[in-house]
C-alpha cells in the first residue's frame, strides 16, 4: 500500500505516545526524497558487517526502521556525512558513483545545500564533486524493492535531487497512526530545535 508519507510529514503533525522520552530520539533522522513519499534512506545488508555497504532507499515500516535511522555529523568546513544509529561506526561517503555506508572513511565527501537559500525549509540538495544525490531507477535485491541512489549533474528541476529531514520521533509517529495518541507539543518542539540548528550548521547554500 503506498503510503501518503510526505503530507503527514509536511503538516507536522503533533502526535506522540505520553510513554515517548525524549532523550530517546536525540538527533535521529529519517532521510526522504521529495519525489518518493515513503522510501526513506536505508542501510542494507547490515547483518554481513562487510567494509562498504549498500546506502538505497526502501519502503518504511517497522521492521526497516532501525536501518533507516541515521544522525547527520559535519566538521568546521561544512563537510558532511551521516552515521547509522543503529552502527555508528559506519559512515556515508561516494564510492565511486554511488553512496554507500563505510567503516573506513578515509574523508567525507559530501555537502548539504538548502534549496531556498535557508536551511528551515528543510529541502536540500547532498553533492559531492559538483554533482548531486539522485534517487535512481526502482530494483529488487532478495525480494525487497528499492531505488538507488548514485550522483548525477545538477538540475534545479528534478525533484529526485531533493531530500528533507524527518526527525525519529515524527516517523515513528506515523508508523503508530492508528494506535491511541496524545499530544505533547514540547517534545516535538525540542525535536525539530534540535534537528533545525543541526542543519543551520551544516548546511550551506545552493
Known amino acids: 500500500m503506498i503510503l501518503v508519507l510526505m503530507t503527514f510529514f509536511m503538516s507536522r503533525l503533533r502526535c506522540v505516545f505520553v510513554s515517548m522520552n525524549p532523550s530517546e530520539y536525540d538527533d535521529s533522522f529519517i532521510l526522504l526524497n521529495t519525489a518518493h513519499e515513503n522510501v526513506p534512506l536505508t542501510l542494507f545488508d547490515y547483518a554481513n558487517r562487510d567494509t562498504i555497504l549498500p546506502l538505497r532507499m526502501s519502503e518504511l515500516t517497522y521492521e526497516t526502521l532501525p536501518y533507516q535511522l541515521f544522525k547527520l555529523r559535519y566538521d568546521q ?84 535531487q ?33 534537528l533545525d540548528r543541526t542543519l543551520g550548521y551544516a548546511a550551506q547554500k545552493y
Request: positive net charge; aromatic residues 12%; charged residues 25%.
Open 77 to 160: 568546513h561544512k563537510i558532511i556525512y551521516f552515521t547509522p544509529k543503529i552502527d555508528t561506526k559506519y559512515s556515508s561517503i561516494r564510492n565511486g558513483k554511488f553512496l554507500v555506508a563505510s567503516n573506513n572513511i578515509a574523508r567525507p565527501n559530501l555537502t548539504l545545500h538548502a534549496i531556498t537559500g535557508d536551511h528551515r525549509s528543510n529541502v536540500f540538495k547532498i553533492k559531492s564533486s559538483l554533482q548531486c544525490l539522485t534517487v535512481g531507477a526502482p530494483a529488487s535485491y532478495k525480494n525487497k524493492d528499492y531505488w538507488k541512489l548514485e550522483f548525477n549533474t545538477c538540475n534545479d528541476d528534478d525533484k529526485n
Open 162 to 194: 531533493e531530500f528533507m529531514f524527518i526527525p525519529h520521533i515524527t516517523a515513528l509517529s506515523y508508523l503508530q497512526r492508528d494506535s491511541d495518541f496524545d499530544f505533547n507539543e514540547r517534545i516535538i518542539k525540542q525535536v525539530y530545535s534540535n
